[in-house]
């Protein structure tokens, strides 16, 4: 079991920065991908970014590269998303989740991530 805690969001001006964390309990957190999603009200979960377990790879929606980079360190359990040059399109409640994985890669689906943060929520003015 995996328990996935996101923290940082908040409001913040179109042009600005914010950097989510989310930290995991439970063991080996080195064998689990782990992806950055978000929903805006009234549109489906879409995908953001995601990293391997070793940190060696990382993916990102065309949406936010450039402005948005994903990370983690394995010692801390925590994984990071640093949002840069935020824009009120990126309004929405960012979720963390976490992949139990064989291989050193992320995927972009949702729907194989094993388990979810309760989320936290983004809201960028203009």
């Known amino acids: 079991q995996v328990q996935l805690v996101e923290s940082g969001g908040g409001l913040v001006q179109a042009g600005g920065s914010l950097r989510l964390s989310c930290a995991a309990s439970g063991r080996s957190f080195g064998s689990y991908a782990m992806g950055w999603f978000r929903q805006a009200p009234g549109k489906d979960r879409e995908f953001v970014a995601a990293?391997?377990?070793?940190?060696?790879?990382?993916y990102s929606a065309d949406s936010v590269k450039g402005r948005f980079t994903i990370s983690r360190d394995n010692a801390k359990s925590t994984v990071y998303l640093q949002m840069n040059s935020l824009k009120s399109e990126d309004t929405a409640i960012y979720y963390c989740a976490a992949d139990w994985v064989i291989f050193d890669i992320a995927t972009m689906k949702p729907n194989e991530y094993d388990y979810w943060g309760q989320g936290t929520q983004v809201t960028v003015s203009s």
């Open positions: 990293i391997s377990g070793s940190g060696g790879r990382t």
